[in-house]
């Protein structure tokens, strides 16, 4: 278990690093987590005359901990095991709702989509694709920042939107989508054939992640003059009045603000990627199960009439 760093300007622990995209051919394989699923699915994204990057996931696997601030020790790998073994168990709960759907997260920039969604899609037996790595890889360009300096954001959000096309096909993802790929109501048309989630996370929060880590890989905030977090906050109070709507189009919301009232936590930044995942498979069931009761309803109304 790897010890975070304090709060304060530093990353919060429901926050993974930035990777660096790779390069090769333009396909996309569907890893299978499970050991009786071995099958391997292959899917061509974008045009294959520009798509030219192989995904292979290589990414770290997510670390389930109950402390990112204490070295390992007993209670702490005991706490650790009875967090997983819950949220294990609240997976088995929800997943026969799910009958396949892919779950979209969305949120803003630095919300932990990544690193919630490499959980969930740990304990669902479902693979996981990052949208912006997607589109990177199927441009042949290594970063977001790069495509939009290369080319231009409508360049980007067009490639995204085929993405999210591409994906919509499929079944048993967890998709961690970019922070902008609300603003177009297409992107919506796509992930409403699965389930919406919104990380909803305090702009502070998210500031103080961001002044921490740099903005390299932000192009929306990297050309802005001035102190990392004045500049950070600023950008992402206009971004969320901006996108705040379409964010809540998601058919699920997980406040962190409200789970850390809950928890008894002063700041938001104390909870783990465990709570955040767990909560969002509470979301989940929570709107599946309503959604199935509503269509048993209709059903009956249906035989009555």
Not at 19 to 46: A, M, Q
Not at 208 to 213: G, K
Not at 218 to 245: I, N, W
Request: glycine share 8%; with cysteine.
């Amino acid at each position: 278990m790897e010890a975070s760093a304090a709060l304060g300007l530093q990353s919060c622990p429901w926050i993974g690093p930035d990777k660096v995209g790779r390069k090769g051919s333009g396909f996309v394989r569907l890893p299978n987590r499970c050991l009786e699923e071995r099958r391997v699915s292959t899917v061509r994204f974008g045009d294959p005359r520009r798509s030219r990057a192989l995904f292979r996931p290589g990414q770290a696997e997510p670390k389930i901990t109950c402390s990112y601030k204490k070295a390992p020790g007993p209670e702490n790998i005991h706490n650790s095991f009875d967090e997983a073994l819950i949220l294990k168990r609240k997976s088995e709960e929800v997943l026969p709702y799910l009958s396949g759907r892919c779950i979209y997260l969305v949120g803003m920039m630095g919300s932990g989509k990544s690193t919630v969604g490499k959980i969930l899609s740990e304990v669902l037996c479902y693979s996981f694709f990052d949208s912006d790595k997607l589109v990177e890889q199927a441009v042949g360009v290594s970063s977001v920042a790069q495509i939009f300096k290369d080319y231009s954001e409508a360049f980007f959000r067009d490639n995204e939107s085929e993405v999210l096309k591409d994906l919509a096909s499929m079944h048993r993802l967890v998709v961690a989508t970019g922070g902008g790929a609300v603003i177009r109501p297409i992107n919506w048309k796509y992930m409403k054939q699965g389930i919406t989630v919104w990380l909803d996370v305090p702009l502070d929060a998210l500031a103080r992640r961001i002044a921490a880590v740099g903005t390299a890989s932000r192009p929306l905030l990297h050309q802005e003059p001035g102190d990392p977090y004045t500049k950070a906050f600023a950008k992402l109070t206009a971004l969320s009045e901006e996108r705040g709507k379409a964010y809540a189009n998601a058919v699920a919301r997980v406040s962190l603000e409200d789970m850390a009232a809950k928890k008894g936590h002063e700041d938001v930044c104390a909870l783990t990627p465990t709570d955040i995942a767990f909560e969002a498979l509470i979301k989940i069931e929570s709107y599946v199960s309503e959604t199935a009761a509503v269509l048993k309803r209709h059903c009956i109304q249906g035989m009555k009439s």
